[in-house]
T-cell receptor
């Protein structure tokens, strides 16, 4: 089983749509969870951390389900500028490991 | 937003040659990382560096790779004898103490091995 697994997409949605991505992780000892965004041929950038209680940042909502070991990202009112690859990221194999493990990403294409 | 500067932006080299990639750290950032991304694939961890020594490394980071901060400023990744499969984008990243998930990435150095 991959450490971090994501549906590669692409998700093609019209502007204004709501879209959700899921991600599963294999290590139940993982403590930290994040969503990063990567534009084509650019570096990843932190979008938001994911907290146990769920958290929201504007149009973006992240949730964590530890029992099922999955993380979700919801984007409301999609904009053209949201088109990118969304990377699910967890801390590594061993508790306390600083290095992060990246999923392969889910590509989103928002269309006019 | 903090900036991490990497050089070169693109390097083409022959197989077997040595390559050095450089990264200029942000002040107050203590943890340094190298990640790589082969075209079309996921971002993979190579090595982390703290207090002038390697703190973690992955299976990818074999004897061909080394890292250092030779002058206390630039953070470098050296590949001693490049192979075709080393062709990738290499990202330097940094974090503040206590905020290990908030990686600030450089724009990357694209390495092409012929």
């Amino acid at each position: 089983r991959k450490e971090v697994e994501q549906d590669p997409g692409p998700f093609n949605v019209p502007e204004g749509a709501t879209v959700a991505f899921n991600c599963t992780y294999s290590n139940s000892a993982s403590q930290s969870f994040f969503w990063y965004r990567q534009d084509c041929r650019k570096e990843p950038k932190l979008l938001m951390s994911v907290y146990s209680s769920g958290n929201e940042d504007g149009r973006f909502t992240a949730q964590l389900n530890r029992a099922s070991q999955y993380i979700s990202l919801l984007i409301r009112d999609s904009k053209l500028s949201d088109s990118a690859t969304y990377l699910c990221v967890v801390n590594g194999k061993d508790t306390g490991r600083r290095a992060l493990t990246f999923g392969s990403g889910t590509r989103l294409q928002v269309q006019p | 937003e903090p900036e991490v500067t990497q050089t070169p932006s693109h390097q083409v080299t022959q197989m077997g040659q040595e390559v050095i990639l450089r990264c200029v750290p942000i002040s107050n950032h203590l943890y340094f990382y190298w990640y790589r991304q082969i075209l079309g694939q996921k971002v993979e961890f190579l090595v982390s560096f703290y207090n002038n020594e390697i703190s973690e490394k992955s299976e990818i980071f074999d004897d061909q790779f080394s890292v250092e901060r030779p002058d206390g400023s630039n953070f470098t990744l050296k590949i001693r004898s490049t192979k075709l499969e080393d062709s990738a984008m290499y990202f330097c990243a940094m974090t503040l103490a206590g905020r290990t998930g908030e990686l600030f990435f450089g724009e990357g150095s694209r390495l092409t091995v012929l």
